[in-house]
Structures are given as structure tokens and as C-alpha cells.
T-cell receptor, first 113, second 109 residues
Framework: ETGVTQSPTHLIKTRGQQVTLRCSSQSGHNTVSWYQQALGQGPQFIFQYYREEENGRGNFPPRFSGLQFPNYSSELNVNALELDDSALYLC????????????FGEGSRLTVL | KNEVEQSPQNLTAQEGEFITINCSYSVGISALHWLQQHPGGGIVSLFMLSSGKKKHGRLIATINIQEKHSSLHITASHPRDSAVYICAVPRDSNYQLIWGAGTKLIIKP
């Protein structure tokens, strides 16, 4: 067990709705990265948070937003859901950006109808 | 040409066989990650290495920084090793992981 927990594990939404996904990071890890993995594809980097600040962003529109709390847990918010947002959303925590060992959660599988 | 390339894409072997999965990359890196993903599941980090060799149980990972190549080996493979194995590297002076396409491994009993 990695110590990284994500919730919810599965959820179904309809187009246009909003969703919040949560991630609690490994104890002592101050960096959380979020990834989107569409079925049959590799993960795509969404953004990373380091000590409550966004520390980099991939090629995702502004309706994908995030937050990191003082305890280093994190949220991913997606507004105005589209069908193509259906994917497995993974968060990974690490102690240092870029060079630390990564710990992944089991993911949140989002289905948009 | 992809920045991180893995081979083979698919690999089927019999239980007990020695498995090798290769990863080549073209960007400068500080470390390379080997990860495992089971069907429908999350990702488990197997190794992070920046030089030489690491061993954990039946898994061995090696990296040659000069040749920009890494290999993941599984000794005495077992059906429970069946999964997708992915190598990923962070961009030079960046935080974003570049992922290989993954190698789907099936070990038959």
C-alpha cells in the first residue's frame, strides 16, 4: 500500500456537470501531481502542486483546476464536463519535484455520459 | 520519434521465463522511473534510478546514462507479474513525466 488514497474510486456524471476528485498524499510528501489516463492510452500530465502552489501545468484547459491544502492533500476540479473527460484520474505524491520516488493512488475512474 | 520508447509493446511468456523490457529515451534526465499498472488499476512505482542497477525481489532495473537506455528484468516470472510496465522520465529541468507507451506483459501458467 502506497499511502496515497483517492476518492471517489468510481463516479458517473453527465455532460456539463462539475466534479471534484480528492487525493491524500503519502505522509511527508509535499508534491502532488495529477494525471489523466484515457482508456488504452498512457497518462497525460495535468498539473502539479508543490507546497500549496501550482508548480506546472500540462496541456489542459482552464476548466481543469486544482488545489493543495496545508496537509498537502489535493483536489482536482473539472467544470463543464465533456464526454472526452471520461478517464482514469491518477494522483502521485513525492517528496521532491522531479527527482523523488513517486507514490500513486489507485485512481478515480470518471465516466461522463 | 517519441522521446521515450519502449519495446516490446506486447510480450507473452511462460511461467518461469526471464523477461526483459527495454526503454530508450532522447531527453536529458535526472532519473528514470519504472512503473507497473494492473488492468483497471492504479500505478505502482517499481524503481527510480539515475545510475547503475537496482534490485527488488525478482525485479532488476538497470540504466546506462551514456546510451540513454534502461532495462527492466523479471526473473522466474509468474502469472501475477502480468501487467503493463511503463518507463517514464522527467523532462530536463522540468517536473512533467514523459511516459513510454508501456509494455503489456502476459505470463502464462
Amino acid at each position: 500500500e502506497t499511502g496515497v488514497t483517492q476518492s471517489p474510486t468510481h463516479l458517473i456524471k453527465t455532460r456539463g456537470q462539475q466534479v471534484t476528485l480528492r487525493c491524500s498524499s503519502q505522509s511527508g510528501h509535499n508534491t502532488v501531481s495529477w494525471y489523466q489516463q484515457a482508456l488504452g492510452q498512457g497518462p497525460q500530465f495535468i498539473f502539479q502542486y508543490y507546497r500549496e502552489e501550482e508548480n506546472g501545468r500540462g496541456n489542459f484547459p482552464p476548466r481543469f483546476s486544482g488545489l493543495q491544502f496545508p496537509n498537502y492533500s489535493s483536489e482536482l476540479n473539472v467544470n463543464a464536463l465533456e464526454l472526452d473527460d471520461s478517464a482514469l484520474y491518477l494522483c502521485a505524491s513525492s517528496g521532491r519535484t522531479n527527482t523523488g520516488e513517486l507514490f500513486f493512488g489507485e485512481g478515480s475512474r470518471l465516466t461522463v455520459l | 520519434k517519441n522521446e521515450v520508447e519502449q519495446s516490446p509493446q506486447n510480450l507473452t511468456a511462460q511461467e518461469g521465463e526471464f523477461i526483459t523490457i527495454n526503454c530508450s529515451y532522447s531527453v536529458g534526465i535526472s532519473a528514470l522511473h519504472w512503473l507497473q499498472q494492473h488492468p483497471g488499476g492504479g500505478i505502482v512505482s517499481l524503481f527510480m534510478l539515475s545510475s547503475g542497477k537496482k534490485k527488488h525481489g525478482r525485479l532488476i532495473a538497470t540504466i546506462n546514462i551514456q546510451e540513454k537506455h534502461s532495462s527492466l528484468h523479471i526473473t522466474a516470472s509468474h502469472p501475477r507479474d502480468s501487467a503493463v510496465y511503463i518507463c517514464a522520465v522527467p523532462r530536463d529541468s522540468n517536473y512533467q513525466l514523459i511516459w513510454g507507451a508501456g509494455t503489456k506483459l502476459i505470463i502464462k501458467p
